[in-house]
């Protein structure tokens, strides 16, 4: 299986603050066929289910602020918040979809400082 | 829009098995554009996929669980569902179901991609 580690585990961010979460997968999840990066990330808030923000690593969800932006190829894999808003507390997580076997990231978990 | 309904008993027994159905609305399961999944979330912990299914029964799972699953879907109800078998304390989670995009076909057999949207979760306990 595709080990999905994402850092840090933990994020304290100022509001209006740019924060930024990493995804690092165990092996490529880039189709050199197609040129796309095989992953996806999720915003999960208290009690809720997880919400799709980003796949194909960097094609915004329709409905997504702008200011969610996912970046990276190959092993390494990054979801920017430009702007933090207090809306935006949650837990993050990656997912690879390289391999029907799917695995998600253990999660980083954004507030406010 | 698409709703996603998990229902199914809140408490468990060890050994015994875990049934859980998603109802699906606003949509068609039968849909060729999707997979139908399910994920769970342990307490306090993160997510781990399950597995899905497509709707004409192509069926992938978890290595780590796949001896104990199956997921089978209903086509006249518009619902997929779940069993796990001899469950313990470990399978006491929140769980989830949601519809899968796929990301390609290669020949008869396309792949689960991405999730959206889940549906809201049912916590699941194992206990005597």
Wanted: include cysteine; charged fraction near 15%.
């Amino acid at each position: 299986d595709i080990v999905m580690t994402q850092s840090p585990d933990s994020l304290a961010v100022s509001l209006g603050e740019r924060a930024t979460i990493n995804c690092k997968s165990s092996q490529t999840v880039l189709y050199s066929a197609n040129n796309r990066n095989y992953v996806a990330w999720y915003q999960q808030k208290p009690g809720q289910p997880p919400k799709l923000l980003i796949y194909w690593a960097s094609t915004r969800e329709s409905g997504v602020p702008d200011r969610f932006s996912g970046s990276g190829s190959g092993t390494d894999f990054t979801l920017t918040i430009s702007s933090l808003q207090a809306e935006d507390v949650a837990v993050y997580y990656c997912q690879h979809y390289y391999t029907p076997s799917l695995t998600f990231g253990g999660g980083t978990k954004v507030e406010i400082k | 829009q698409l709703q996603l309904e998990e229902s199914g008993p809140g408490l468990v027994k060890p050994s015994e098995t875990l049934s859980l159905t998603c109802t699906v609305s606003g949509g068609s399961i039968s849909s060729s554009n999707y997979y139908w999944g399910w994920i769970r979330q342990p307490p306090g912990k993160g997510l781990e996929w399950i597995g899905s299914i497509y709707y004409s029964g192509t069926t992938f799972y978890n290595p780590s669980l796949k001896s104990r699953v199956t997921i089978f879907v209903d086509t006249s109800k518009n619902q997929f569902s779940l069993n796990l078998s001899s469950v313990t304390a470990a399978d006491t989670a929140v769980y989830y179901c949601g519809r899968g995009y796929t990301r390609g076909c290669g020949g008869s057999t396309c792949y689960p991609a991405w999730f959206d949207p889940w549906g809201q979760g049912t916590l699941v306990t194992v206990s005597s």
